[in-house]
T-cell receptor, first 115, second 112 residues
């Protein structure tokens, strides 16, 4: 398996624009997690899905952020409109059992810069 | 609310030295604890996973221990090498949250 695949690797956008980040989890993994990493706050969970259903979105900063998982092999994280404070590295991770038995596998991340 | 703390925030050692990285957590009701390595500008690589019923895990020069009752874990690196330079992150999983809670990491620099 190619692991968790995220795209794009880098994204530079202007304030106010819509940004869509993409993630393909490992085949067969039932759990998918979106994390955000900043220098100030470290790694924070934004939202996670189990069997394509959002379970906990309490980490989503505000209504400008939305995430979907239309099928087991694809998820998106959308920011609309984007703001400079959204600049961060966004990671996607997947797991077979919600991290309870095997631990998480992370993608390489998307570095977002909003100017 | 689970909180994970890693001390020190940064560490610089000469090559060949054995070292210990520390991780503490406030809620002992965890399923497991995972140590990750992150190189600059890169993603996270899982190093070791310790289940709540285990006391330690070993992989090569790395040994991680877990003391649930005291809310502590250590990552021991033997005979450090410049290639070990990276940020090491500790994360705890479990409880009702169903996700990993991360510490802010220890940035390790091993000098040749």
């Amino acid at each position: 398996d190619a692991g968790v695949i995220q795209s794009p690797r880098h994204e530079v956008t202007e304030m106010g624009q819509e940004v869509t980040l993409r993630c393909k989890p490992i085949s067969g993994h039932d759990y998918l997690f979106w994390y955000r990493q900043t220098m100030m706050r470290g790694l924070e969970l934004l939202i996670y899905f189990n069997n394509n259903v959002p379970i906990d979105d309490s980490g989503m900063p505000e209504d400008r952020f939305s995430a979907k998982m239309p099928n087991a092999s694809f998820s998106t994280l959308k920011i609309q409109p984007s703001e400079p404070r959204d600049s961060a590295v966004y990671f996607c991770a997947s797991d077979l059992t919600g991290g309870r038995n095997y631990g998480y596998t992370f993608g390489s991340g998307t570095r977002l810069t909003v100017v | 609310k689970q909180e994970v703390t890693q001390i020190p925030a940064a560490l610089s050692v000469p090559e060949g030295e054995n070292l210990v990285l520390n991780c503490s957590f406030t809620d002992s009701a965890i399923y497991n604890l995972q140590w990750f390595r992150q190189d600059p500008g890169k993603g996270l690589t899982s190093l070791l996973l310790i289940q709540s019923s285990q006391r330690e895990q070993t992989s090569g020069r790395l040994n991680a221990s877990l003391d649930k009752s005291s809310g502590r874990s250590t990552l021991y690196i033997a005979a450090s090498q410049p290639g070990d330079s990276a940020t090491y992150l500790c994360a705890v999983g479990g409880g009702s949250q169903g996700n990993l809670i991360f510490g802010k990491g220890t940035k390790l620099s091993v000098k040749p």
